[in-house]
């Protein structure tokens, strides 16, 4: 069994912030590199108030690796995985950039999804599936193997944090400027979203968010095919005011009547906490630094084959726990 190196390629990234986080306080890696999105070192504070350097992304640090993480934009991603390709062993790739998603080697993992037995080729590229793809397919595929799914409505609210690092500061600044009665901000949404709900982002920018719904959509699409095949939701993707974790309203009709009890017992387990109605609701507040999603039931008054779900989850910390989960069966399996 060879050592584990793992390189962290992104590490200045929220994603990489919180792949450093979880692997330094685990066993998984006897050596930990972290590189920059740049071939060019960096240097940045970490929560300890320590300064903690960044290697730049070249051939010479990435050499010996064993896995590799990408944490940040594509294009790093991309680079990364060419250098990669030229290295004897090649070391395995986990990527939640989705940079690699287009490639024929690319496969979609969530081990919180997967069926038992769950296996891709040797020599695969692990695409970390979306987290919110992740957090509607645990709702759906759980509730569909107790009673059939006939249809879903599903309300997904965006934190900035899906934007990275500038989704934050924009969205802190425009707070800061409306409060202060400045001009705002809008170099990543091209609109106000301080104090705001968005359902699309303005003309200029750089990327839609009709994009990103998209990408959940085929994310979800090829989770609920592997995971029992519950039908797909009819689902809208909204830009929220808020930092971090997802917010997901969705409304389910079965083909038979579910109490919400019933509803509630089947979700409970691994990864899902269940939040009684005598219970303070969850929140994406709440939800910042814990793993698996939260889960609260309610019926729907107007349709007795209906009920209504309420799913906060950390979006950042849902994706390194499936990276985690990846790497600890590629390890077991070396």
């Not at 903690?52 to 934009?73: K, Y």
């Not at 949404?189 to 003309?203: E, S």
């Not at 814990?290 to 609260?296: F, P």
Request: charged share 20%.
């Amino acid at each position: 069994m060879r050592d584990t190196v793992i390189a962290i390629v992104g590490a200045d990234s929220l994603a990489g912030r919180e792949m450093r986080e979880i692997l330094g306080a685990g066993p998984l890696a006897k050596q930990l590199r972290l590189l920059s999105s740049e071939s060019q070192e960096s240097i940045f504070s970490s929560t300890d108030d320590e300064a903690v350097v960044i290697a730049p992304l070249e051939e010479e640090n990435l050499s010996g690796a064993t896995l590799l993480f990408l944490t940040g934009p594509p294009a790093s991603s991309r680079r990364a995985h060419s250098i990669a390709a030229r290295l004897t062993p090649t070391p395995e790739i986990i990527d939640l950039s989705f940079g690699l998603e287009d490639l024929p080697e690319a496969r979609l993992r969530s081990p919180m999804v997967e069926p038992a037995g769950f296996q891709v080729p040797p020599g695969a590229l692990h695409i970390v599936a979306h987290p919110a793809a992740t957090a509607v397919a645990l709702l759906l595929s759980r509730l569909h193997a107790v009673r059939p799914v006939r249809a879903s409505v599903v309300e997904v609210f965006e934190p900035a944090s899906e934007r990275g690092s500038r989704g934050i500061e924009e969205l802190q600044k425009q707070t800061v400027s409306l409060l202060s009665f400045q001009k705002l901000p809008q170099e990543v949404f091209d609109a106000q979203l301080g104090f705001n709900l968005l359902p699309r982002y303005g003309t200029a920018a750089k990327e839609p968010l009709s994009d990103f719904e998209l990408r959940i959509e085929r994310h979800l699409a090829s989770l609920l095919a592997m995971a029992g095949g519950a039908p797909m939701p009819s689902l809208r993707l909204i830009q929220a005011p808020v930092f971090h974790g997802y917010s997901i309203s969705a409304w389910v009709e079965f083909s038979a009547p579910l109490a919400a009890n019933e509803a509630a017992a089947a979700l409970a387990g691994q990864t899902v906490e269940i939040r009684r109605s005598d219970e303070e609701p969850a929140t994406n507040a709440g939800a910042a630094g814990q793993s698996g999603i939260t889960v609260s039931v309610q019926a729907d008054r107007n349709n007795p084959r209906a009920l209504w779900f309420w799913v906060v989850g950390d979006n950042l910390r849902m994706a390194a726990d499936e990276a985690m989960l990846i790497a600890a069966a590629l390890v077991e399996a070396q």
